[in-house]
Nanobody, 125 residues
């Protein structure tokens, strides 16, 4: 069984920074792209950032572009999210995801095959 294990998150003041990590364990699996989604209470899940595993392309939601940076390790078994200049509206549970095609890079979760357990990010004003 494949697991995506997240670490990081926490509480931070507006303008501060946090980093998230997501590491895969278990058997090898198909993953064409990985990324991050978030969901705030009472809100729909939304795309945050994605990275291709066969190229060097990264994609960001307009709301985080210029503030967040997504990256992966050379073994392609982990994905990271560096979050700078955090705003209260960034408060949400953040989920890493592995997907079977590049639709994730355009913000779709329909081809996600594995999800992380979620990490709470809270930004106070």
């Amino acid at each position: 069984q494949v697991q995506l294990v997240e670490s990081g998150g926490g509480l931070v003041q507006a303008g501060g920074s946090l980093s998230l990590s997501c590491a895969a364990s278990g058997r090898t699996f198909s993953s064409y792209a990985m990324g991050w989604f978030r969901q705030a209470p009472g809100k729909e899940r939304e795309f945050v950032a994605g990275v291709s595993w066969t190229g060097a392309r990264t994609y960001y939601a307009d709301s985080v572009k210029g503030r967040f940076t997504i990256s992966r390790d050379s073994a392609k078994r982990a994905v990271f999210l560096q979050m700078n200049s955090l705003k209260p509206e960034d408060t949400a549970v953040y989920y890493c995801a592995s997907a079977l095609d590049n639709s994730l890079l355009r913000g779709s979760s329909y081809q996600v095959n594995y999800w992380g357990q979620g990490a709470q990010v809270t930004v106070s004003s």
